[in-house]
């Protein structure tokens, strides 16, 4: 069974910044990928950033390039995501993803088998 647990969420003013991590129990990170997605109130759940074994490959949504680190490791299986430069529309609900994504499929969430309950990201002053 696999099992994705987010950590890291919390308050932070304009322009501080923040580290998620996700724990991947049951999936073999370096075998697959991973993501982030987030989901503000009444809208989308879209994609952050995504990983293929053990930061070889990374991707990042253009809203976030610049700010956004996606990392791994794979002796942990776990996924990391360092914010900086945080602005209020980064608010919103973090999940990690994990699954088999295709490229075509990379970024969107139907490309994830499994999901993390989720961790609220504020961004307020």
């Known amino acids: 069974q696999v099992q994705l647990v987010e950590s890291g969420g919390g308050l932070v003013q304009p322009g501080g910044s923040l580290r998620l991590s996700c724990a991947a129990s049951?999936?073999?990170?370096?075998?697959?990928?991973m993501a982030w997605f987030r989901q503000a109130p009444g809208k989308e759940r879209e994609f952050v950033a995504a990983?293929?074994?053990?930061?070889?490959?990374?991707y990042s949504a253009d809203s976030v390039k610049g700010r956004f680190a996606i990392s791994g490791n794979s002796a942990k299986n776990t996924v990391y995501l360092q914010m900086n430069s945080l602005r209020s529309e980064d608010t919103a609900v973090y999940f990690c993803?994990?699954?088999?994504?295709?490229?075509?499929?990379?970024?969107?969430?139907?490309?994830?088998?499994?999901w993390g309950q989720g961790t609220q990201v504020t961004v307020s002053s």
């Open positions: 049951g999936f073999t990170f370096s075998g697959g990928g």
């Open positions: 990983i293929r074994r053990s930061s070889s490959n990374t």
């Open positions: 993803a994990a699954g088999y994504p295709i490229s075509s499929s990379l970024t969107s969430p139907g490309g994830y088998r499994y």
